[in-house]
């Protein structure tokens, strides 16, 4: 069983949930003198003693997010393998040809990984949290509730993260369905390893809950552009409740989060908090990764090591293992030439490799999880869903206009409440293409995943009665907790 030290890899047991911040106590004296402990070891005893440890944890939590196997690189990898905007090229299984092909099973590497890895940050964000309500002195009552609030933020995207994978779509049956274990304890021992799973509709409810806490405690914003794209502030939390109610249906309250960030009118903004808005597409990609409009990214160092095969930019780029697929979104005869969306591609052997990621070896783009124009394209599914197709058009065309500025939109893409949404759905394939939306979008709205197929590999279409529309359950879970076959 591994422990973590400070700055050193996190150990999983069952559940993958990490133990990493807690160290058994030393036996006798001889033992401690000749073999001592490193300085910067940290044990369950003293990790809450000075505010400088405390923010390790907090920043423990970010880094355990960061995982080559969660949002440091597989999540982009498998999600965007799942759905048809990409061709593979390699038959890796290492590099999501099981998620390509529609092969995934209990016993993939991925499977294991990323419930392994989601289950960590969510096991650091209740230890945080039991750790300061243990400890309520030991920073300011103001920092005590924003560090809470962040570790909720942290353990709302995660627990969304998996729900999303391994359970079946909200909007099938209500999220009546079997959902996720909702471990919501400082899991320090395996006596809690037999955990039944919630329904889809309780672990919903868990993630709004901690959102709805994590926006009344974080701050409005942080000293720098740097900690305003990379820690949790208050319109990050917004902007990921638009993302969640749009998943389950719930179109109104899209409309009213999304209120609270975006302006009445174009060009849209935030009004309090941080000043969000949208920005020059490329640069956000290129050379401004703290832009404004960047609400939440993945910022990658020479520190991180998420290179190779768990690095997404490596994967679907640098390593030439997935060429766009020209019957899917890059095909499309209304994504114009003009579009600056359309730079983000280079051409090798007769076929295009996405380039919205394009630093070379170690590979430091940082990895958007939130973007503001994500939040009004969410805005305005809601707002046509809902009958107010005026504002959505105007939340569609300012997402295509800051690309395209002169596109128009035919009366036919727009002009009914049914036109305007499928264009919608279409904006997102092209303006969040590579980002993880793809095959998340389809399951929402009980879709197909969609046959694809080259010259020289194919994947069948998935339909949403099939058993493989979602992630199965990874057996090293299984073993370890009977209950999840209840």
Request: glycine share 6%; hydrophobic share 40%.
């Amino acid at each position: 069983m591994k422990t973590v030290q400070k700055d050193t890899s996190i150990r999983r047991f069952s559940s993958a949930l990490c133990l990493g911040l807690l160290l058994t106590a030393s036996g006798c004296n001889d033992r401690e003198l000749l073999n001592p402990n490193p300085i910067t070891a940290i044990s369950g005893a003293n990790a809450f003693d000075t505010p400088d440890r405390i923010l390790g944890l907090v920043n423990g939590i970010y880094k355990a997010v960061k995982n080559g196997n969660f949002y440091g690189g597989n999540y982009y990898t498998y999600t965007e393998a799942r759905g048809e905007e990409f061709i593979n090229r390699t038959s890796n299984t290492f590099t999501a040809y099981e998620a390509w092909n529609q092969t995934l099973n209990s016993g993939s590497n991925f499977v294991a990984g990323f419930w392994a890895a989601g289950y960590g940050a969510i096991n650091n964000a209740n230890i945080l949290i039991k750790g300061l309500n243990d400890n309520p002195t030991k920073v300011s009552a103001t920092l005590t509730k924003q560090y809470i609030a962040e570790a909720k933020f942290l353990r709302a995207l995660s627990y969304y993260s998996l729900v999303t994978l391994y359970a079946r779509p909200y909007n099938e049956n209500k999220g009546t369905s079997p959902g996720l274990p909702l471990r919501l304890q400082a899991e320090t021992t395996t006596a809690n390893n037999a955990l039944k799973r919630s329904s889809v509709a309780e672990v919903y409810a868990q993630i709004i809950k901690d959102l709805d806490e994590a926006e009344a405690d974080l701050p409005l914003t942080y000293s720098t552009a740097l900690l305003n794209t990379t820690r949790a502030h208050r319109n990050t939390a917004i902007a990921l409740k638009t993302r969640v109610y749009l998943n389950i249906g719930n179109y109104a309250k899209v409309i009213e989060e999304a209120k609270k960030i975006v302006s009445t009118t174009a060009p849209f903004s935030a009004s309090t908090g941080v000043a969000h808005k949208l920005q020059n597409i490329v640069e956000i990609f290129t050379t401004n990764y703290t832009s404004t409009e960047s609400i939440l990214s993945v910022p990658m160092t020479e520190l991180d090591n998420v290179t190779g095969q768990t690095s997404f930019p490596y994967v679907f780029n640098a390593n030439s293992e997935y060429n766009l697929n020209p019957t899917g979104i890059w095909g499309e005869a209304e994504w114009k030439s003009t579009d600056l969306r359309r730079t983000f591609a280079r051409t090798a052997s007769g076929v295009q490799f996405l380039t919205k990621y394009n630093k070379p070896s170690p590979f430091l783009d940082y990895l958007p999880i939130l973007r503001y124009s994500e939040v009004l394209l969410n805005y305005a599914e809601a707002a046509a869903l809902t009958g107010d197709l005026a504002k959505s058009a105007e939340l569609l065309k300012a997402v295509r206009n800051r690309s395209d500025a002169a596109y128009v939109f035919p009366a036919s893409a727009v002009g009914t409440q049914t036109a305007l949404v499928n264009t919608i759905l279409k904006e997102r394939r092209i303006e969040l293409l590579g980002e993880g939306f793809r095959s998340n979008d389809l399951l929402r709205n009980l879709l197909p995943l969609p046959a694809k197929s080259s010259s020289a590999l194919s994947a069948p279409e998935v339909k949403p009665s099939d058993a493989n529309y979602i992630f199965p359950l990874p057996n090293t879970e299984i073993v370890t907790n009977k209950s999840l076959l209840d």
